[in-house]
């Protein structure tokens, strides 16, 4: 969160807005704030939002193998879980759940290239999710193929000379 003062140089103290709402200056120095905000805003521009982007893609990388849904991401920014995945599918053409999935995914394929023999309630567990059945429907929904089948493939290509 950012005050006024952070984010334009000027403090505006809410409670003396609310208490002269009637009064036109104070409707007149919400416009200026409005103005100022919009202004400083535009001026951040998209450095902003790759940073915002990066940060979220950051937290997620650190937080897949936990049960994490929006609304953890977006307690780390302080914003709503609705906000915060419009804004995740403005910044990355992607949607939070497509991309943690994705990830998790990715994530399982690398320790069954490691290890073929990996059971996969361990893995569904380790990558975060809380049950095998949903880990093993999103890996052949991502994958084409269950985790099984790939671990046995990657294990019939180790054997290969």
Not at 28 to 54: E, H, P, T, Y
Not at 55 to 84: P, S, V, W
Not at 142 to 161: I, N, W
Request: net charge positive.
């Amino acid at each position: 969160k950012t005050t006024t003062k952070e984010l334009y140089g000027t403090q505006m103290n809410w409670a003396t807005v609310y208490q002269e709402s009637s009064r036109p200056e104070t409707l007149d120095s919400l416009f200026v704030c409005a103005r100022n905000i919009a202004k400083v805003v535009k001026q951040r521009g998209a450095s902003d939002n790759d940073k915002m982007l990066a940060l979220m893609r950051t937290y997620i990388q650190h937080h897949y193998c936990e049960d994490i849904g929006l609304q953890d991401l977006a307690n780390q920014f302080n914003i709503t879980a609705k906000y915060c995945g419009k804004l995740f599918s403005q910044l990355s053409n992607d949607t939070f759940k497509n991309y943690l999935n994705q990830y998790r995914v990715d994530r399982a394929k690398e320790i069954l290239e490691q290890n073929p023999m990996t059971h996969i309630v361990d893995l569904a567990q380790k990558m975060g999710f809380n049950s095998s059945t949903s880990f093993i429907r999103v890996f052949n929904r991502y994958v084409g193929m269950s985790p099984k089948a790939y671990a046995d493939s990657v294990a019939t290509k180790q054997k290969e000379p």
